[in-house]
Nanobody, 123 residues
Framework: QVQLVESGGGLVQPGGSLRLSCAASGSFFSIAAMGWYRQAPGKQRELVAGITRSGSANYADSVKGRFTISRDYAKNTLYLQMNSLKPEDTAVYYC?????????????????WGQGTQVTVSS
């Protein structure tokens, strides 16, 4: 019912910047919170940044001051501006959202994930 497609990943040198995008589509009623997660090899998936429907944002301590999350409500698109990238930011970045979808006449809240986009920070 909700498809999330990430883009914008790639290879960047330490200190560089990237902007990730996540476009939501499908037959949903509304999207509530959205967020970016990442998973490095051999590590658990972790929350990088989240943003509520009202626009309130929160960040992992490791990215505060370097990353900025934002969303375009009209386009149902989520962004993550990543500056001053470090090698430890290397991971697959996943987009996530909580969305309300109609299910046999009932509005249900579901959790949805994108396929992920690789971010590699290396010289």
């Amino acid at each position: 019912q909700v498809q999330l497609v990430e883009s914008g990943g790639g290879l960047v040198q330490p200190g560089g910047s990237l902007r990730l995008s996540c476009a939501a589509s499908g037959s949903f009623f509304s999207i509530a919170a959205m967020g970016w997660y990442r998973q490095a090899p051999g590590k658990q998936r972790e929350l990088v940044a989240g943003i509520t429907r009202s626009g309130s944002a929160n960040y992992a301590d490791s990215v505060k001051g370097r990353f900025t999350i934002s969303r375009d409500y009209a386009k149902n698109t989520l962004y993550l501006q990543m500056n001053s990238l470090k090698p430890e930011d290397t991971a697959v970045y996943y987009c996530n959202c909580n969305a309300d979808v109609w299910d046999l006449g009932t509005l249900r809240r579901g959790d949805y994930w994108g396929q992920g986009t690789q971010v590699t920070v290396s010289s």
